[in-house]
Each structure stands twice: as C-alpha cells, then as structure tokens.
C-alpha cells in the first residue's frame, strides 16, 4: 500500500512538473511573440523605404537626364539658329553680289551692242560708245571746257541724230554757247530743243535761258514774252517763279 501511494504520488508530481513547464513554455512563446512580428514589420518597412529610395534616386537620375537633354536641345537650337543666319547672310550677300555683276555684265555689254533705253522721257536705241560720248560732252561743260564741251556736243548731234540722248545734246549745247555769249547760236539750239521736245522737263529751264539770251542781246520785249509764256505754258515750274520775279524785276 505504502509504495502504491509513492508510486501514484510520483506520478502525479511528474505529471504537476510537466504542466508547469508546458505552462511556462506557453506563456514564454506568447510573450515572444509581439517582438517577432515587431522584426518583420521593421524589415517589410526598410525594404519599402530602400525601394521608394532606388525610385526617388532613379526619378532624379531621370530629372537630371531629361534636363540635360533639354540644355542640349537649347545649344543646338541656338546652334541652328546661327548656322540659319549664318546662311541667310551668305545668301543675300550672293543675291547682292549676282545683282552687281549682272549689273556689270549688262553694263560691259552695252558697250558692244546697241541697247533700247528711256532717258528722261525720251526711248530710242543707243548704240555702243554712244553714252561716253554724250557724258564726256557734257563733263567738259561741267567742267568749264566750253570750247571742248561745244565741239563735242556738236560732235554727238550729228553722229547720232535719233539719239535718246539728242534733247539733253541740244539742251546744254545751247548753255554752252549762252556760257560763250554766243547768243545768237544759244537761241538757235535752245528755240530747235523747244520746239521740238514741247513735254521735255527740261523745257522750262530751256526757256529761262532763251529769255536771257534775247535780254542780253538787247531784245527786252522778245524776253517779256518768252517769260509770259513760260509763267502760262509750266506755272507749276521752279522756273515759272523765276521768270515772275524776273517780270517783277524789270518794271
């Protein structure tokens, strides 16, 4: 009897024993618990922050991409832009220079064949060398070589009588022999150039200087009437207002 009551009574101290640990297992695995989960959390959260950090730095190097491109962008527009002007400039300066030797080339040209031209209201054929000699005559005037100015104005009407050029030939060949006082052989020029080129601009100044010649020579009463015409034929002249104040002059 007395080592059956040890016997259940081991059993039951072992069995105490066996509870009380498996207890206190239990409560030790509850009570780790909460710090385990505590750790993943902590893990899932770096993990999610390294990876919002390779995103952010990979938006950044895209940034940094995207703007340095831009900057590229920028340098070679303005780069275009100044090969662009750069070409434009080329081409209006060859536009300029193939305006000049056309223009040279048209002018050299004429020097070899007749050409077709409007000079002063006057369209004829003027032939090669035939300009020069007009403007050398008219150079030597400018120049006080009357005498030179008179043989080579004289010179020009007779090798080119259908000359666009005839009416400026007759016009200061008749200043010329005024300039020489030669008056009778001014009004003959000038009186022929009048007569002739009635619509000519230069017809008013034709007649201011036919009016001199005929006061000069002593003929007050043809000037008169060359100045009345002239105030009635172009009022609307510079010429007209002075042969006004030269009527206003010989009262």
């Known amino acids: 009897m007395s080592s059956l ?8 101290l072992r069995k105490t024993v066996f509870l009380s640990t498996l207890a206190l ?36 190097s895209a940034t940094t991409e995207l703007q340095n491109q831009m900057e590229k962008v920028k340098t070679d527009n303005a780069q275009l832009r100044g090969r662009v002007e750069t070409l434009e400039k080329q081409t209006e300066e060859l536009l300029k220079n193939q305006k000049a030797y056309y223009q040279d080339l048209d002018s050299r040209l004429g020097h070899f064949e007749p050409r077709t031209v409007e000079v002063e209201g006057i369209t004829g054929t003027v032939q090669p060398g035939e300009k020069k000699q007009y403007e050398d005559a008219l150079k030597a005037f400018q120049g006080g070589q009357l005498k030179k100015a008179d043989a080579e104005f004289n010179a020009f009407i007779r090798k080119y009588p259908a000359s666009p050029y005839l009416p400026l030939a007759l016009f200061w060949l008749g200043n010329t022999k005024y300039a020489t006082q030669d008056y009778s052989g001014a009004l003959a020029q000038l009186q022929a150039f009048v007569k002739r080129y009635q619509k000519h601009p230069r017809v008013p100044a034709a007649l201011i200087t036919i009016a ?17 015409e002239l105030i009635s034929s172009y009022p609307d002249s510079n010429e007209a207002n002075q042969a006004q104040q030269a009527l206003g002059a010989a009262k």
Do not use: H, Y
């Open 212 to 228: 001199n010649c005929q006061s000069e020579s002593g003929n007050k009463v043809a000037a008169r009437k060359t100045l009345n």
């Open 25 to 60: 297992t239990a409560i030790a695995a509850t009570s780790f618990m909460p710090s385990a989960w505590a750790l993943f959390e902590d893990d899932d959260a770096r993990k999610a922050i390294l990876d919002l950090r390779k995103s952010l730095a990979a938006t950044q």
């Open 5 to 12: 009551v040890s016997f259940s009574f081991s059993k039951v």
